[in-house]
Structures are given as C-alpha cells and as structure tokens.
C-alpha cells in the first residue's frame, strides 16, 4: 500500500506563489511517474504537471511558464512550484504517482488533496 501526503495549499492573491509538496510511503519498489493534477468545481480532474524518474516533465498549456514541477527521488517526493497564479488556477490540487511495488505489482496511488484558492 502506498500513502501519498500534500501540503502546501492555501489561499493568495492573484499573481502570488505557492509551493505544494507531496511524500509517498510504503513498500515501494520504484516510482517511474509523478505528477499533479487538479479539480476545479464542476470540473473534470486535469493534469497540471508530471515528471518522470529520468526528470522529464510535461505540463498543461495554461500552466507553462508559470508552473515547475521537481522531485526528489531519495526522498519519494514531488513538488509543484506556482508562480504568477490566476483565479483560473483555483481548485483542489492532488498528488498521484505510479510506480512499483515488491513482486513487479504496479501501484498507480492519490493523495488527498489540497485546496488551492486565488483571488482576483
């Protein structure tokens, strides 16, 4: 079982920052993919950022410019650095990561969630 824990949520002004990290625990083998995505009320979730193990990362359009996603593979970690954020960047940001565990069974995991709020 793999747990993932965010933080960093909260509230700011329209062309403030944020910094949200995420930690993973468990029996974990590897973990290949990392990313965040993000649910807007009466929204689909959508994929804001991903970084693979090798540091490869792919991001939304909107997002481009203004949003890096880092991760710490001795830690199990990920982070989404946003800058220049919009009210259109309001919603619940969730960590998920893909990867491993013991006996080549795959785990594809959620955390929580962590609510992001810009005000305009």
């Known amino acids: 079982q793999v747990q993932l824990v965010e933080s960093g949520g909260g509230l700011v002004q329209a062309g403030g920052s944020l910094r949200l990290s995420c930690a993973a625990s468990g029996s974990i083998v590897s973990i290949n993919i990392m990313g965040w995505y993000r649910q807007a009320p009466g929204k689909q979730r959508e994929l804001v950022a991903a970084i693979a193990s090798d540091g490869t990362s792919n991001y939304e359009d909107s997002v481009k410019g203004r949003f890096t996603v880092f991760r710490d593979n001795a830690k199990k970690a990920v982070y989404l650095q946003m800058n220049a954020l919009q009210p259109e960047d309001t919603g619940v940001y969730y960590c998920?990561?893909?990867?491993?565990?013991?006996?080549?069974?795959?785990?594809?995991?959620w955390g929580q969630g962590t609510q992001v709020t810009v005000s305009s």
């Open positions: 998920n990561a893909k990867g491993l565990l013991p006996l080549f069974r795959g785990f594809d995991s």
